[in-house]
């Protein structure tokens, strides 16, 4: 259990630099819209799940069970709202600068 | 330990290119875009926090920061939106 939570935990982190990669390198602001919602969400999943298995470990009670279901319940939810908010966002100012400037 | 030690160590890495794109970011999106990568890294500390003190009161709190960033990233796209709209508006 506690090997398969390390691992949840690297592959949390690792993702996180993926996005922080992500949020340097890519040319655009609907590209690195991709990269900061949908991967910095994954990570905070996986890293949700790891600590929800050392909880079982160690057996914290049910306390943990719950605010951790809830906390990986809202990040769900408010992932597509967010991502489409801030592509729609860039795509309006990028189209009305390049009016503005033509 | 020294795992939740590394994970915080790369997590202070990663959080400054959230810096960086919310210091100089070419657009106002940008900007928005490294404050949710930064309310993201936000929740992982608070998390850490709990692990390490093993008391849930941590977990309520990145709860209230998840809703705060989801917020947050609404109304700044909004703003932009209707900035921009506003701008075409005037100058058509």
Excluded at chain 1, 1 to 22: K, P, Q, W
Excluded at chain 1, 34 to 51: E, R, Y
Excluded at chain 2, 15 to 29: F, H, K, V
Excluded at chain 2, 73 to 85: C, E, H, M, P
Aim: aromatic fraction near 8%; charged fraction near 10%; hydrophobic fraction near 60%.
């Amino acid at each position: 259990m506690m090997i398969m939570s390390g691992l949840f935990l690297i592959a949390s982190i690792v993702i996180m630099l993926i996005a922080a990669m992500g949020i340097l390198r890519l040319p655009n602001a609907l590209a690195r819209q991709h990269a900061a919602t949908k991967a910095a969400t994954l990570s905070v999943s996986l890293f949700i799940v790891g600590l929800l298995l050392q909880a079982m470990n160690a057996g914290w009670g049910w306390e943990w069970l719950v605010r951790l279901g809830a906390l990986l319940l809202i990040l769900l939810i408010t992932l597509p709202l967010a991502a489409h908010a801030l592509g729609r966002s860039a795509v309006i100012e990028k189209t009305t600068k390049k009016e503005k400037s033509l | 330990m020294s795992l939740l030690m590394i994970i915080a160590i790369f997590l202070g890495i990663s959080s400054l290119a959230g810096i960086y794109r919310l210091i100089i970011g070419p657009s106002l999106t940008d900007r928005v875009i490294g404050l949710d990568l930064l309310f993201a890294i936000a929740v992982i500390y608070c998390l850490i926090a709990a692990w390490v003190s093993e008391r849930t009161v941590y977990l309520d709190v990145a709860i209230g920061i998840a809703l705060t960033g989801f917020v947050a990233t609404l109304a700044w796209s909004n703003f932009i939106q209707l900035q921009s709209r506003q701008q075409t508006g005037s100058s058509s």
